[in-house]
T-cell receptor, first 112, second 116 residues
Framework: KQEVTQIPAALSVPEGENLVLNCSFTDSAIYNLQWFRQDPGKGLTSLLLIQSSQREQTSGRLNASLDKSSGRSTLYIAASQPGDSATYLCAVEETSGSRLTFGEGTQLTVNP | GAGVSQSPSNKVTEKGKDVELRCDPISGHTALYWYRQSLGQGLEFLIYFQGNSAPDKSGLPSDRFSAERTGGSVSTLTIQRTQQEDSAVYLC??????????????FGPGTRLLVL
């Protein structure tokens, strides 16, 4: 059974810092890995999708990498801003089914 | 264009009552998913619809849960004889046809269900 783990569970940083969120998964037979953002009381916003054949994806200040063989992904946020405060979730889509398996999330707080 | 919409946004019900939750996917998206997000359980898959194929119901927690998708568009998730442990946020997502793993799932705002 696929298990997805995110470290750390919570992170508090001052504005302007660069930071890294980590995600690991146990079964490397995946189609893709997605990073989402969830604001309190809201749904999920898709940030980046990395296909299994890709190494990284970039969008603005966000960069996500994928090492499928080791079962790891990182989300790098450059020059963090208070508006980045949210819970960040990673999820994998396995080749054996059409569902996403989610990690527990990292709750990020960026202090002004 | 419009994103995934869900209704109601909040629902409070009494234990034992039935509830229906609605999802309107993004126009043109043939795949539709239901997930549940509850405290201590994280986000878990419930059911998946793809076109006219038989749905993948393997994530439904009990036979009190059912879902249908009419006309390949709108979906309704029904919970019969609700229990307090059904209290959670129910999220719907849609995506273009799958099979390649190249497309993202787009989520609605969710329905917050509270069973008293």
């Amino acid at each position: 059974k696929q298990e997805v783990t995110q470290i750390p569970a919570a992170l508090s940083v001052p504005e302007g810092e660069n930071l890294v969120l980590n995600c690991s998964f146990t079964d490397s037979a995946i189609y893709n890995l997605q990073w989402f953002r969830q604001d309190p009381g809201k749904g999920l916003t898709s940030l980046l999708l990395i296909q299994s054949s890709q190494r990284e994806q970039t969008s603005g200040r966000l960069n996500a990498s994928l090492d499928k063989s080791s079962g790891r992904s990182t989300l790098y946020i450059a020059a963090s801003q208070p508006g980045d405060s949210a819970t960040y979730l990673c999820a994998v889509e396995e080749t054996s089914g059409s569902r996403l398996t989610f990690g527990e999330g990292t709750q990020l707080t960026v202090n002004p | 264009g419009a994103g995934v919409s869900q209704s109601p946004s909040n629902k409070v019900t009494e234990k034992g009552k039935d509830v229906e939750l609605r999802c309107d996917p993004i126009s043109g998206h043939t795949a539709l998913y239901w997930y549940r997000q509850s405290l201590g359980q994280g986000l878990e898959f419930l059911i998946y619809f793809q076109g006219n194929s038989a749905p993948d119901k393997s994530g439904l927690p009990s036979d009190r849960f059912s879902a249908e998708r009419t006309g390949g568009s709108v979906s309704t998730l029904t919970i019969q004889r609700t229990q307090q442990e059904d209290s959670a946020v129910y999220l719907c997502a849609s995506s273009l046809y799958r099979g390649t793993g190249r497309v993202a799932q787009y989520f609605g705002p969710g329905t917050r269900l509270l069973v008293l």
